[in-house]
């Protein structure tokens, strides 16, 4: 049975974590658009309650859930709203609130190693692409040096999928072939006619992938205004993902 959320470092992180992304001025999410979550031990992650404003998120509008169970339920196949909806109260641990069925979503992508926290978000910017003909011009390359140190290369641009627990079994599906061709995970996961999820090692991490995700979207949004975007060569995108100096610059960035 659910109880009231105790405070912690982990709880502080992801409040802070939430209310930067609720930034009205940056545009990233407005209402109760948008959740958060971080991993808080082997097993257990914190994320937002549906319905909570990012904005103004305190301590009540957060849950802590059993990742295992979540999982659980993603392998399990198709199940009716009303089943998700009983499996996300028993899987409750702590907080008094609903996750989100996005939350679903959150457990699969904190199974990536070195995944700690995740910012999910519906930046204008990015949804401006995202909603129109062109979304796979955010996969096609990388236009300039600070977007790879900052987003890695490979990012995966997903088809709309009912949110809840279909797109959570897609991503699933999706991530496992991803880390199949690349060796890794994608920081950053698209969603068509959706919005974003930024996957960092840190709640830093997360919030600046979306940051530089949303620059990147204003610079594709005016290459097509005036023509098509020039990517980067292979080569050079690759130089730039192992630079020594590059490596050192995005440790410090993800640390904060």
Known sequence: M???????????????LSRAIGDPQLDFVILAEGNTSVRTSAGQMLVKASGSNMTTAGEQDFVEVDLTAF????????????DVASMLAAATIEGLKRP?????????????????AIAHT??????????????????????FPDQIVVMGQNPLLVPYVDPGLPLAQEI????????????THPKVIYLQN????ALGA????????????VKCA??????????????????????????????????ILAAG
């Not at 959706?194 to 999820?197: E, L, P, R, S, T």
């Not at 080569?235 to 730039?240: E, F, G, H, T």
């Open 194 to 197: 959706h919005g974003m999820f």
């Open 202 to 213: 840190t709640a830093e991490e997360a919030l600046q992938i979306t940051v530089m995700a």
């Open 100 to 116: 989100s069925v996005e939350s679903l979503l959150h457990a699969v992508c904190l199974q990536m190693p070195g995944v700690n």
């Open 2 to 16: 659910s109880t009231e959320m105790k405070p912690s470092d982990k709880l502080t992180e992801i409040i802070n």
């Open 122 to 143: 519906h930046p204008t910017p990015v949804n401006a692409v995202l909603c129109s003909d062109r979304a796979s011009c955010l996969t096609e390359g990388s236009m």
């Open 218 to 251: 204003r610079v594709l949004l005016g290459a097509l205004s005036i023509g098509r975007p020039t990517f980067l060569s292979h080569q050079n995108a690759d130089r730039i993902h192992t630079r020594p100096d590059e490596n050192l610059r995005r440790g």
């Open 172 to 183: 699933h599906t999706r991530l496992v072939a991803h880390v199949r061709e690349f060796g």
């Open 71 to 82: 999982m659980d339920l993603v392998n399990a196949g198709p199940a009716s709203d009303d």
